[in-house]
């Protein structure tokens, strides 16, 4: 099983701050690497795909890059509305998995 | 519109069994991979169970052989038949519509599915 491993746990910072989420793996993934927010009391929403694909709707201020083991998520400019909980998820090999996820507070 | 409703979901007892139903419209469900996704309490995700389009099926360890996920083409449902239910098992359950390059593309709301005496 492939282990996600994401850091910070908690992530506090203010408007307009830009924030920095790192997913490592256990073993190599190349890019399959998926983001996901998750706003409290709502479903997961789908960010990032590939690693560094943004997926529809998604405004531009977030954005991916990583492959093989290390991962990023940055969010460029914080608004309130990005406080969340952001999840990595690998889908190279079963079963599928998630990282334990980075909440940001704003 | 991409539109996934589940339902279902209630208090059983340990041991007991329940099924949920996930609405499908606004794509083509014969063609796509669907999942189930869990969130206990509190927790993060987890990912349950995936039916390929061709009916291929995988689960998580903790649930084989208790959990059998299914698909309807004609009637745009996916289902999660959950047996021998325990504790752990309580969660929210979501179902899923893979992308072409993401597992995870649309989301249903949830359903939550509670195990207690």
């Known amino acids: 099983e492939i282990v996600l491993t994401q850091s910070p746990a908690t992530l506090s910072l203010s408007p307009g701050e830009r924030a920095t989420l790192s997913c490592r793996a256990s073993?190599?993934?190349?890019?399959?690497l998926g983001w996901y927010q998750q706003r409290p009391g709502q479903a997961p929403r789908l960010l990032i795909f590939?690693?560094?694909n943004r997926a529809t709707g998604i405004p531009a201020r977030f954005s991916g890059s990583g492959s093989g083991t290390d991962f990023t998520l940055t969010i460029s400019s914080l608004e309130p509305g990005d406080s969340a909980v952001y999840y990595c998820?690998?889908?190279?090999?079963?079963?599928?998995?998630f990282g334990g996820g980075t909440k940001v507070e704003i | 519109e991409v539109q996934l409703v589940e339902s279902g979901g209630g208090l059983v007892q340990p041991g007991g069994y329940l099924r949920l139903s996930c609405a499908a419209s606004?794509?083509?469900?014969?063609?796509?991979?669907m999942s189930w996704v869990r969130q206990a309490p509190g927790k993060g995700l987890e990912w349950v169970s995936t039916?390929?389009?061709?009916?291929?099926?995988y689960y998580t360890d903790s649930v084989k052989g208790r959990f059998t996920v299914s698909r309807d083409n004609s009637r745009n449902t996916l289902y999660l038949q959950m047996n021998s239910l325990r504790a752990d098992d309580t969660a929210v359950y979501f179902c899923?519509?893979?992308?072409?390059?993401?597992?995870?593309?649309?989301w249903g709301q949830g359903s939550l599915v509670t195990v207690s005496s």
């Open positions: 899923a519509k893979a992308g072409a390059e993401s597992s995870f593309e649309y």
């Open positions: 073993q190599s993934i190349s890019d399959y």
């Open positions: 998820q690998q889908r190279t090999s079963w079963p599928l998995t």
């Open positions: 590939d690693a560094s």
């Open positions: 039916i390929t389009n061709g009916g291929s099926t």
């Open positions: 606004g794509f083509t469900f014969s063609s796509n991979t």
